[in-house]
């Protein structure tokens, strides 16, 4: 989120922060706050951080691998107005990856910042627009699924429709994410050597900030669970109706195919359905403590501290999921995974060593050399 919150134990005495040398002219620096602890690397931010790493590696090789089926596998299969879609969702959870999970574990262990002003700008930004990016993009795939079921035979505009929807997708993480090159800033405590990463004096008012927060919460998570919660309330109701229909002896245009759902779209139906509620299932935990914060900060006294470590874990998650679930309802995932297993196997130190080991009958090909073509 915008204000970072997931780390605010560390930062929380935002105000007091900067150092005894003189700031550089970017960086803020302010007055220290009496009686003022410098945080420290806990037992629990040491769990989180483990933690992160593991989620890394995998949504970092899940991810990837997905990319590449979906790149050159047999993934190309795929419908060509859905295989953009894909493509997108995983790019999305890789900058996810790439951005957000390094950050919050460097974060967490140096606990202050050391990266000075301009990559706290850049990196907040970047943050924001991963975290908006795989949200909107989740909104252009129920948008495209609803069209598909409520309008079967305008498939051939799938294509040219869902690429400019992807556009705006990005155009608006963009656009959303830049007030985060503003507002963010490397701020120092005076009298102590602590540095930290905030938006302390970009808001003259708490209220301000907190209304800028619950801006970007709405972007973030409502509007997004809003399109498609209703996105597929009209494709369940759709399908009831046909059902209705037909439980009435009714032939309603059935040659045009709009009163039957082909198993092969039911199939991607059931399989977007499942990512959305992985969206909303990791992530709404996590943002509805950020509420309970902006409107209560003493709420960091209430709650231990490993309750908000683990709801950001739990939020990472999500981007360990989708390409999971694509694996699960996409058989050609699962085969580009075996062949890419096999060809790890046969290309090992001892695979070589126990094929070269082999008589070979004279002029026969080598066994390295009979493996069927990819279908």
């Known amino acids: 989120m915008s204000g970072n919150w997931s780390i605010v134990r560390l930062s929380s005495e935002v105000p007091s922060l900067s150092t005894v040398a003189p700031p550089p002219p970017n960086i ?97 930004f970047m943050k924001l627009f991963a975290m908006h990016a795989a949200a909107f993009i989740l909104v252009v795939i129920s948008l495209d699924r609803q069209h598909a079921i409520l309008h079967p035979l305008d498939a051939l505009s799938a294509h040219r429709r869902n690429r400019r929807m992807l556009l705006l997708a990005w155009s608006l993480s963009l656009l959303l994410a830049s007030p985060q090159l503003f507002i963010f800033r490397a701020i120092r405590l005076e009298g102590v050597e602590f540095t930290q ?86 992530w709404t935990p996590y943002y509805l403590l950020g509420i309970w914060y902006w409107f209560h900060p003493n709420m960091l006294q209430v709650t231990p501290e490993y309750v908000h470590h683990a709801l950001f874990l739990f939020g990472n998650l999500n981007t360990c999921c989708d390409p999971v679930i694509y694996g699960f309802y996409t058989p050609s995932f699962r085969a580009d995974l075996a062949a890419c297993c096999r060809r790890r196997m046969e290309t090992s130190p001892r695979s070589l060593d126990r094929l070269s080991a082999r008589p070979h009958s004279g002029g026969s090909e080598p066994p390295t050399n009979q493996h069927p073509a990819a279908d």
Not at 57 to 66: D, G, P
Not at 101 to 112: A, E, F, S
């Open 197 to 282: 990463c905030a938006t302390h004096g970009s808001f003259r008012h708490r209220w301000q900030e907190t209304v800028f927060n619950m801006f970007h919460f709405t972007t973030l998570y409502v509007v997004p669970l809003l399109v498609m919660s209703c996105c597929y309330s009209r494709i369940l109701l759709h399908i009831h109706l046909q059902h209705l229909r037909n439980r009435a002896g009714e032939s309603y245009l059935r040659r045009s195919g709009t009163d039957i759902i082909p198993k092969a779209r039911m199939k991607t139906l059931k399989m977007t359905v499942v990512i959305v509620l992985s969206f909303v299932l990791c």
């Open 28 to 124: 803020s620096q302010f007055h220290p706050l009496p009686n003022w602890e410098a945080p420290s690397f806990t037992r629990a931010a040491q769990f989180r951080v483990g933690a992160t790493f593991i989620l890394f590696l995998f949504a970092t090789c899940s991810n990837l691998a997905l990319l590449v089926s979906l790149w050159c596998g047999r993934g190309r299969r795929l419908a060509s107005h859905l295989r953009p879609l894909m493509l997108s969702l995983a790019s999305a959870d890789l900058m996810m990856t790439f951005v957000v999970m390094p950050l919050d574990v460097v974060w967490n262990m140096t606990v202050q910042w050391y990266g000075g002003d301009v990559l706290c700008k850049l990196l907040c």
